[in-house]
Nanobody, 126 residues
Framework: QVQLVESGGGLVQPGGSLRLSCAVSGGSVSSHAMGWFRQAPGKEREFVSTINRSGGNTHYADSVKGRFTISRDDAKNMVYLQMESLKTEDTAVYYC???????????????????WGQGTQVTVSS
């Protein structure tokens, strides 16, 4: 059973930066497509970013493109989301997700993922 644990959330001022981490256990990151999603209060969960199993391809939501960077460290079995130039509208609980795959697919829809972390709160406020 794959388990995901997010960390790195917190309170940051607009324009600031945070790096979220997702520790993966019970399975190898290199066998999974990985994604980040977020859910703001009163809103539906939304896609943020995804990286394929080889790490060679990524995709971002338009709202974060150019500001967020997803990456993975297969040796450490970790996935990261580097967030720059944060805006108040980035405030949400951020979730890491994983799906075991055999091809280098990018997965942008939440219902396709098999495993989810508990989430980490990111608050952008002055």
């Amino acid at each position: 059973q794959v388990q995901l644990v997010e960390s790195g959330g917190g309170l940051v001022q607009p324009g600031g930066s945070l790096r979220l981490s997702c520790a993966v256990s019970g399975g190898s990151v290199s066998s999974h497509a990985m994604g980040w999603f977020r859910q703001a209060p009163g809103k539906e969960r939304e896609f943020v970013s995804t990286i394929n199993r080889s790490g060679g391809n990524t995709h971002y939501a338009d709202s974060v493109k150019g500001r967020f960077t997803i990456s993975r460290d297969d040796a450490k079995n970790m996935v990261y989301l580097q967030m720059e130039s944060l805006k108040t509208e980035d405030t949400a609980v951020y979730y890491c997700a994983a799906k075991r795959v055999v091809s280098n697919v990018l997965i942008k829809t939440g219902h396709q993922y098999d495993y989810w972390g508990q989430g980490t709160q990111v608050t952008v406020s002055s």
